[in-house]
């Protein structure tokens, strides 16, 4: 599918996907949305919660690596240790990757390096940065078969109407699966179809106020 670089309101680049009418990111701020919904809502608040430096996270959709980047930076400057597992189906092409031109607008550019080695590092193959280790598989969410369990998820499909499989009881039932009691599902989607998905599997879920552009985002948590 062919992919378009276009710069969000916050200055930091992002891809759409005019088949599928679809954008990587938020237009109101790739960086502040990632920021905002899987380190703030979701990283911090499982840190906060559970007063633990040492937790395993499970991205759906590794795409640009602006999640798992950002995972890295919060690792470092809150000396947390995280193992962090991403997956994707469709990864980007180093052609994309050179366009899109992430890495110069990146904040904390002292620890840019690491979002080069995101790519650059083999697929299957986790490498080890002090208290970061990074893991992608190319595989397909509905196809995961993984007995390792999670204490946080960011659930970064593409939006309802594009991928709506991605967003039915099956895959929500695996996510419930994979988290660890007390583990906690994070998403920038704030579909009604999905929080009543989400809670018919055991989530409790919250309704958070979303990132700017977006009225709202859920918050789902497997009680203990
Ligand atoms: C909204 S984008 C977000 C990507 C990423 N988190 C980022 O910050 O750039 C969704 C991502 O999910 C990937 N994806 C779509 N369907 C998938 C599937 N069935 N299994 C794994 N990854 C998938 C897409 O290729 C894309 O990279």
Known sequence: MKKEVFLTSDGSPSLRVEEIKETYHSRHGALTESTYVYIDKGLDYWINNNHKNELNIFEMGLGTGLNAYLAYVFSKEKNVKINYHSIEKFPLSEAELHLLEMKSTLPNAEHADFYQLIHSCLWE????????????SKIDFLELDISQKFDVIFYDAFGYHAQPELWQKKPLDLCFQLLNPGGVWVSYCAKGIVRRTLEEVGFQVTRLEGPPGKREMLRAIKSI
């Open 125 to 136: 193959k986790a490498i080890q940065q002090e208290g970061f280790l990074f893991n992608k």
